[in-house]
């Protein structure tokens, strides 16, 4: 059997003696001398300076874009005088009575499109104008539909961009109008009737230029269901287009189914109140989707005033004196 020792204290230390000996000797067996080299002194590392931060330049909003309007055509309406209403029409349109426009004044030859509402919008985002739709039928040269409060804020934003007087103030049902400023406006529902009819150039034709609705409007029979882009039918003696048909036109007047009966005979502004507030604002000239009878000039309906999807419209001014 193999003996095992236990090494003592000092048989350990020699043999451990002898290793690290050993150890040394042989990191020494190099023929090549080896040369240290002097530690070189490094100065203590001096405190960094920061480059200064430069100061960034905060975004800078991008600027919003003028909108530029597109200035309508407008025909000039001689002062005159006309009999208004139909005694063949509905009890609304009667009595007949005559009624004098005594101040010229310009309308547009036609309804204000998308594309002239569009800069208008573009313009006036976050005011609580709404953008009307277009029933993926495309915008350009069809007539655009709002409510009569935007009517008449685009009449008095487009004022203010051609550097004319404001014609109307107030909100709501307290607007009042100043047709003796020489800014854009709404027609009174004299003025449209007037000026649907031919004015002093009138023939007497039933409807805004022929006595057959197929040459003059977009009705039922005609528009397949959609309005269309302004100026494809025939125009009225004035040379105004779609007084009849495609979209109804908002007047300024307040609606009364028996004012006819108590209006003054000369410029007639309408009642100083409305009938009920669903029917608030005279409306002219038909729609698209409905039949003949409602394409007469003489023809009247009405509408609230914050109606949506809203219907068309057309700009007057009063000529200047």
């Known amino acids: 059997m193999p003996q095992h020792y236990q090494l003592s204290r000092r048989e350990f230390m020699r043999l451990a003696g002898l290793t690290a000996s050993a150890t040394a000797l042989g990191a ?45 055509e407008m025909v000039l309406l001689e002062a005159g005088s006309f009999q208004m209403g139909s005694a063949d029409g509905a009890p609304d349109e009667r009595p007949v009575h005559k009624v004098e426009i005594t101040k010229p004044f310009y309308i ?41 409060l935007d009517a008449i804020a685009y009449c008095n934003w487009l004022s203010e961009k051609e550097g004319l007087a404001l014609c109307y103030s107030g909100k709501g049902r307290a607007t009042k109008c100043d047709g003796t400023a020489n800014g854009y406006r709404l027609p009174t529902e004299a003025e449209w009737e007037y000026a649907a009819r031919g004015g002093k150039k009138s023939q007497g034709f039933k409807y805004a230029g022929s006595n057959s ?4 409007a977009w009705y039922e029979a005609s528009s397949g269901g959609h ?67 409602s394409l007469r000039a003489t023809c009247r309906s009405a509408g609230s005033t914050t109606y949506w999807p809203g219907e068309g419209f057309r700009l007057v001014r009063t000529k200047p004196q």
Not at 116 to 129: L, V
Request: hydrophobic share 25%; aromatic share 10%; charged share 20%.
């Open 213 to 216: 609705p197929g040459d003059v």
């Open 28 to 72: 020494c067996t190099s023929q090549a001398s080896t040369v240290v080299a002097p530690t070189a002194t490094v100065p203590p590392a001096q405190p960094t300076q920061a480059e200064p931060t430069a100061t960034a330049t905060p975004p800078q909003p991008t600027p919003k874009k003028e909108a530029k309007p597109i200035p309508p």
């Open 108 to 148: 547009a030859k036609y309804e204000v499109t998308f594309e002239e509402y569009d800069q208008f919008y573009s313009d006036t985002q976050g005011t609580g104008i709404k953008k009307p739709g277009d029933e993926g039928l495309g915008r350009g040269k069809r007539p655009v539909p709002v409510t009569w």
């Open 227 to 293: 309005s269309h882009p302004v100026g494809q039918k025939q125009p009225n003696e004035l040379g105004l287009y779609d007084m009849s048909g495609n979209l109804w036109e908002w007047c300024w007047d307040f609606y009364h189914g028996d004012y006819y009966a108590a209006s003054p005979s000369a410029d007639p502004q309408g009642p100083t109140s409305p009938q009920d507030n669903s029917l608030e604002r005279v409306k002219r000239g038909g729609y698209f989707t409905l039949d003949p009878d």
